[in-house]
């Protein structure tokens, strides 16, 4: 039982800034990792950006320097900071979870938020 619920989306003119969060809820073991992905119409749903446990994190080619992904482990929530941002960064951004809800049992599942619209203009 996870929820995730994301916010910090908007409208933004090329070159600013945005900052995601996503917070998840729930009654769960672990959290594995977390990360953002993002969909524009026309396009498949592609990797953004994650991190797993140990910090160890990992980013799409077109958006690295640009972009950071952060957590806070005491309050369950990854950030994505996204500075210099391009009309091409437009798209509806999911948070997504791997989570292991049981101590009992290995059935690790993914979870993601709701989508948080990011609009880039020119």
């Known amino acids: 039982q996870v929820q995730l619920v994301e916010s910090g989306g908007g409208l933004v003119h090329s070159g600013g800034s945005l900052r995601l969060s996503c917070t998840a809820s729930?009654?769960?073991?672990?959290?594995?990792?977390m990360g953002w992905f993002r969909q524009s119409p026309g396009k498949q749903r592609e990797l953004v950006a994650s991190?797993?446990?140990?910090?160890?994190?990992n980013y799409a080619d077109s958006v690295k320097g640009r972009f950071t992904i952060s957590r806070d482990n005491t309050k369950n929530t990854v950030y994505l900071q996204m500075n210099n941002l391009r009309p091409e960064d437009t798209a509806v951004y999911y948070c997504?979870?791997?989570?292991?809800?049981?101590?009992?049992?290995?059935?690790?599942?993914?979870?993601w938020g709701q989508g948080t619209q990011v609009t880039v203009s020119s």
């Open positions: 997504n979870a791997n989570v292991r809800v049981s101590i009992f049992r290995d059935n690790s599942g993914d979870y």
């Open positions: 729930g009654s769960f073991f672990r959290i594995n990792a």
């Open positions: 991190i797993i446990s140990d910090s160890s994190t």
